[in-house]
């Protein structure tokens, strides 16, 4: 059960406790600049700023010591031969970090759609070559109002470190069992609706929005991908469409119960054109039954006028299964402490929310 | 310096939340010389800067001696020994 959560906003990283039974802000680090990622792990807080001007830009504590702006991916330099590559050969931004598993390993999805790994909680990096170098990678495309297609979730295996999926937005999932060595595209059964006829069902046009497995059954993974929700039992190889989704099937945000396969909660919207919550009542949406049945979950949240979208990476869960919390782009973050059943809004009005992480012991 | 004119770097006050960027006086007869020659002493500076590729990052806005840089990926601009080159951000809102 965690006590403690990270919140990243477009103005900065919001530290929020758990006091008896009272969520409230404890600490607000990088005041007025954008965070994109932040992970809090064993007393060690990354966080990710998109400083726009001054580029990407990492920065990690330990414990109470002071912040340290510790090394950010990069790309090698850009060949001559590659001039016709689409995408740029310069980070845009971390999109996610990840836990690798072994000791002292991360992984970071960025923007342009780089993959890199960390060996020393993120004193180094490296880019994953092959699957930058893949001439599929090419075809790859942007998202986000932007040009540039981004990694927007990497999954390692809890039973072993070198098998990683990783969900592009636009591009599919991809697939590694060698810690990056060799990719194959997976997801079959995907259909992406706003693609031409011919496209819809290719693997590699999936936009996949946010993939989560389930920690104790990593081979069911859930996916809330641009036109539907979707599950896989056998670790994004072959997908099924949740038909049952409600109020709507779009939305960014997906987070999987820790310990229950058949447990998983979304952030709908209003697809595709409005992308705000549907009748303007912020919901959660949850199946408890693998997909067959969803509920949707309104107890403690605004369900007049309101117009709060949920992002990709700002709904978490703990690892007890038991809390979670999402944060909205109008600056909303609400909190249950019971899987999801009621919410409590923190009395706050936050910057837009891009992440929210629970801090993991 | 000693008697010699060599070009002097001044960077924004807005990159010293982040990091140091004093103003400096560096050799150098380009722009990229120059540059090399400040980040070589603060490695820290480079990243906040150029890009990647060593280009200047799309919204660092840089003035050699009152001029916008020409080059802004190959650095090449001349620089002369009592030249002021000014590196500041672009405006953007939000």
Same mark, same amino acid.
Not at chain 1, 292 to 300: K, N, P, T
Not at chain 1, 325 to 347: C, K, P, Q, R, V
Not at chain 2, 2 to 20: C, D, H, N, S, Y
Not at chain 2, 25 to 45: I, Y
């Given at each position: 059960?965690?006590?403690?959560?990270?919140?990243?906003?477009?103005?900065?990283?919001?530290?929020?406790?758990?006091?008896?039974?009272?969520?409230?802000?404890?600490?607000?680090?990088?005041?007025?600049?954008?965070?994109?990622?932040?992970?809090?792990?064993?007393?060690?807080?990354?966080?990710?700023?998109?400083?726009?001007?001054?580029?990407?830009?990492?920065?990690?504590?330990?414990?109470?010591?002071?912040?340290?702006?510790?090394?950010?991916?990069?790309?090698?330099?850009?060949?001559?031969?590659?001039?016709?590559?689409?995408?740029?050969?310069?980070?845009?931004?971390?999109?996610?970090?990840?836990?690798?598993?072994?000791?002292?390993?991360?992984?970071?999805?960025?923007?342009?759609?780089?993959?890199?790994?960390?060996?020393?909680?993120?004193?180094?990096?490296?880019?994953?070559?092959?699957?930058?170098?893949?001439?599929?990678?090419?075809?790859?495309?942007?998202?986000?109002?932007?040009?540039?297609?981004?990694?927007?979730?990497?999954?390692?295996?809890?039973?072993?470190?070198?098998?990683?999926?990783?969900?592009?937005?636009?591009?599919?999932?991809?697939?590694?069992?060698?810690?990056?060595?060799?990719?194959?595209?997976?997801?079959?059964?995907?259909?992406?609706?706003?693609?031409?006829?011919?496209?819809?069902?290719?693997?590699?046009?999936?936009?996949?929005?946010?993939?989560?497995?389930?920690?104790?059954?990593?081979?069911?993974?859930?996916?809330?991908?641009?036109?539907?929700?979707?599950?896989?039992?056998?670790?994004?190889?072959?997908?099924?469409?949740?038909?049952?989704?409600?109020?709507?099937?779009?939305?960014?945000?997906?987070?999987?119960?820790?310990?229950?396969?058949?447990?998983?909660?979304?952030?709908?919207?209003?697809?595709?054109?409005?992308?705000?919550?549907?009748?303007?009542?912020?919901?959660?949406?949850?199946?408890? !039954? #693998? *997909? @067959? /049945?969803?509920?949707? %979950?309104?107890?403690? $949240? =605004?369900?007049?006028? +309101?117009?709060?979208?949920?992002?990709?990476?700002?709904?978490?869960?703990?690892?007890?299964?038991?809390?979670?919390?999402?944060?909205?782009?109008?600056?909303?973050?609400?909190?249950?402490? !019971? #899987? *999801? @059943? /009621?919410?409590?809004? %923190?009395?706050?009005? $936050? =910057?837009?929310?891009? +992440?929210?992480?629970?801090?993991?012991? | 310096?000693?008697?010699?004119?060599?070009?002097?770097?001044?960077?924004?006050?807005?990159?010293?939340?982040?990091?140091?960027?004093?103003?400096?006086?560096?050799?150098?007869?380009?722009?990229?010389?120059?540059?090399?020659?400040?980040?070589?002493?603060?490695?820290?500076?480079?990243?906040?800067?150029?890009?990647?590729?060593?280009?200047?990052?799309?919204?660092?806005?840089?003035?050699?001696?009152?001029?916008?840089?020409?080059?802004?990926?190959?650095?090449?601009?001349?620089?002369?020994?009592?030249?002021?080159?000014?590196?500041?951000?672009?405006?953007?809102?939000?």
């Amino acid at each position: 059960m965690s006590d403690r959560l990270y919140v990243g906003t477009r103005k900065g990283l919001f530290e929020i406790t758990r006091r008896p039974g009272v969520w409230d802000i404890a600490d607000v680090h990088f005041l007025g600049d954008p965070v994109t990622a932040v992970l809090a792990r064993r007393n060690v807080v990354h966080a990710a700023l998109d400083l726009g001007h001054f580029g990407a830009k990492l920065w990690r504590r330990d414990g109470t010591e002071a912040w340290r702006e510790i090394a950010v991916p990069a790309f090698p330099p850009k060949p001559e031969d590659a001039g016709d590559d689409p995408h740029p050969w310069t980070l845009g931004k971390i999109w996610n970090l990840t836990p690798g598993g072994a000791d002292g390993r991360l992984w970071a999805g960025t923007m342009p759609g780089g993959l890199f790994r960390s060996d020393d909680l993120g004193e180094s990096w490296s880019l994953i070559e092959t699957l930058w170098r893949m001439p599929e990678r090419r075809k790859w495309f942007g998202v986000a109002g932007g040009e540039q297609p981004g990694i927007s979730t990497v999954l390692v295996d809890p039973r072993d470190s070198a098998d990683i999926r990783v969900g592009v937005s636009c591009a599919g999932v991809w697939a590694s069992t060698d810690s990056g060595a060799t990719w194959r595209n997976i997801n079959k059964g995907m259909d992406n609706e706003y693609m031409p006829p011919e496209q819809r069902g290719d693997p590699m046009t999936q936009d996949i929005h946010q993939l989560a497995h389930c920690t104790a059954s990593p081979d069911v993974v859930w996916c809330q991908h641009h036109s539907a929700v979707y599950r896989s039992e056998d670790a994004g190889e072959n997908w099924r469409q949740l038909k049952a989704a409600r109020p709507s099937a779009f939305g960014f945000a997906v987070a999987a119960h820790p310990h229950d396969p058949k447990t998983a909660w979304f952030v709908p919207a209003d697809k595709d054109e409005r992308r705000v919550p549907v009748d303007g009542k912020v919901v959660v949406s949850r199946t408890r !039954d #693998g *997909g @067959e /049945s969803f509920q949707v %979950l309104s107890r403690g $949240l =605004p369900q007049r006028h +309101a117009y709060d979208l949920v992002h990709r990476h700002a709904l978490a869960v703990d690892d007890s299964g038991e809390r979670l919390a999402f944060g909205s782009t109008s600056g909303g973050l609400w909190i249950s402490e !019971d #899987g *999801g @059943e /009621s919410w409590t809004g %923190l009395d706050a009005r $936050l =910057p837009p929310v891009a +992440a929210v992480r629970f801090a993991v012991t | 310096m000693k008697g010699t004119t060599v070009p002097t770097v001044i960077f924004t006050r807005q990159l010293e939340r982040f990091v140091a960027a004093p103003t400096v006086e560096v050799a150098g007869a380009t722009l990229g010389e120059v540059l090399d020659a400040v980040f070589s002493e603060n490695p820290a500076l480079r990243g906040y800067v150029l890009d990647d590729q060593g280009a200047l990052r799309p919204h660092v806005a840089v003035f050699v001696d009152g001029r916008p840089a020409a080059d802004r990926t190959g650095l090449t601009d001349a620089v002369g020994p009592d030249d002021e080159i000014y590196v500041f951000q672009a405006l953007s809102g939000g």
